[in-house]
């Protein structure tokens, strides 16, 4: 069945960079855009950006300058990095499979991880 | 950005009631509008897509409605598994925007 999970350190210092892995089960990533969103505690959600099925990427404009995402389709892996990581920051993380229909994507989320916190502190 | 404004922020309510909780974009979205449930310790679930249609495996007693700018998630005879956080996202344009959550709550 289709699943997601994500991993990565839980705690990170303050201007270093963050690296999350998502890996995913039950849909080829040459089919799906995966997408980072996130969630700082007690807040509400903020969408970070997408891998598209083609490799292309898009992300959220306030994080743009810090922010990359990657994939190792072979591996089923989706990559984010994001760097001069502060504490608000502190979230967190998950990642998230687009719905698509075989025809067309549809730009909400069907199958989510269920996060990993990640802690900005020294 | 469109900016998504939920309301309330927080919703008690008794089993076998029925709530609404509402959702309004900033500028018009058409019928583009998720909705997902958030539970502790769980992966996000999808509710609703495109305004009002149902995902599947969410039960009937969910519905959502509207259109443009403003929306609703209703549920209907609650059971005790339905508490938690809702959340609304506009799948409209890009930067895809989430509201800021209701907390749903037993009475």
């Known amino acids: 069945q289709v699943q997601l999970k994500e991993s990565g350190p839980g705690l990170v210092q303050p201007s270093q960079t963050l690296s999350l892995t998502c890996t995913v089960a039950g849909f080829s990533l040459t089919s799906y855009n995966v997408h980072w969103v996130r969630q700082p505690p007690g807040k509400g959600l903020e969408w970070m950006g997408v891998i598209w099925n083609t490799g292309g990427t898009r992300y959220n404009s306030a994080l743009k300058s810090r922010l990359s995402i990657s994939k190792d389709t072979s591996k089923s892996q989706v990559f984010l990095k994001m760097n001069s990581l502060q504490t608000e920051d502190t979230a967190t993380y998950y990642c998230?499979?687009?719905?698509?229909?075989?025809?067309?994507?549809?730009?909400?989320?069907?199958?989510w991880g269920q996060g990993v916190m990640v802690t900005v502190s020294s | 950005d469109v900016q998504m404004t939920q309301s309330p922020s927080n919703l008690a309510a008794s089993p076998g009631e029925s709530v609404s909780i509402n959702c309004k974009a900033s500028k018009s979205i058409s019928k583009y509008l998720a909705w997902y449930q958030q539970k502790p310790g769980k992966a996000n679930k999808l509710l609703i897509y495109?305004?009002?249609t149902l995902q599947s495996g969410t039960p009937s007693r969910f519905s959502g409605s509207g259109s443009g700018t403003d929306f609703t998630l209703t549920i209907r005879n609650l059971e005790p598994e339905d508490f938690g956080l809702y959340y609304c996202q506009q799948h409209n344009e890009y930067p895809w925007t989430f509201g800021g959550g209701t907390k749903l709550e037993l009475k």
């Open positions: 998230a499979r687009e719905h698509y229909d075989g025809t067309y994507y549809s730009y909400y989320f069907d199958y």
């Open positions: 495109s305004g009002s």
